[in-house]
């Protein structure tokens, strides 16, 4: 129902039939199921509702998937301790600590970073990238946290 409500509330059918996008409602994050590589891919309040083990088989699924010098960001929850439970819980924002998500990104084979651009839901941003192509993927993410912070002005 979001795709549809985001399709006639956002994009409109005609973005539709210009781009032809490919929507899968795979509860198991089967992302290689779209058989390419991806530039980008996006995780918006996907892992603030997600047990351990999905977030831990998408990010295994979006290291298959992922160009060399793609980029995915993901939104989290930060908090002093990780979500333990094993489901999704839908109504209940979860919780994780920064340490545990650059585990679950060593695991996959990918490095994980903040990136410091501000969510109106006090989510926070991290990008996740090849090792290979991390030091540019950090430079972007310095980029967009000096972008909010407060300006000092001299006059």
Not at 27 to 51: E, K, P, W, Y
Request: glycine residues 6%; charged residues 20%.
């Amino acid at each position: 129902w979001l795709i549809d409500d985001g399709i006639a509330n956002e994009i409109g059918q005609d973005m539709v039939r210009i781009k032809r996008p490919v929507f899968s409602n795979d509860d198991n994050f089967t992302l290689t199921a779209f058989g390419r590589s991806f530039d980008f891919l996006i995780a918006q309040s996907i892992f603030t509702h997600a047990a351990q083990r999905h977030i831990r088989r998408c990010l295994s699924q979006a290291a298959q998937v992922m160009a060399p010098t793609a980029i995915f960001a993901a939104t989290i929850f930060k908090g002093r301790e990780d979500y333990a439970g094993t489901e999704w819980r839908e109504s209940d924002p979860l919780t994780y600590r920064l340490e545990t998500m650059e585990a679950f990104a060593r695991e996959s084979g990918l490095v994980c970073m903040p990136i410091g651009w501000p969510h109106p839901s006090g989510q926070f941003w991290l990008a996740f990238a090849h090792p290979a192509h991390a030091e540019a993927v950090k430079k972007l993410c310095r980029q967009a946290t000096r972008m909010w912070q407060p300006r000092r002005w001299l006059w």
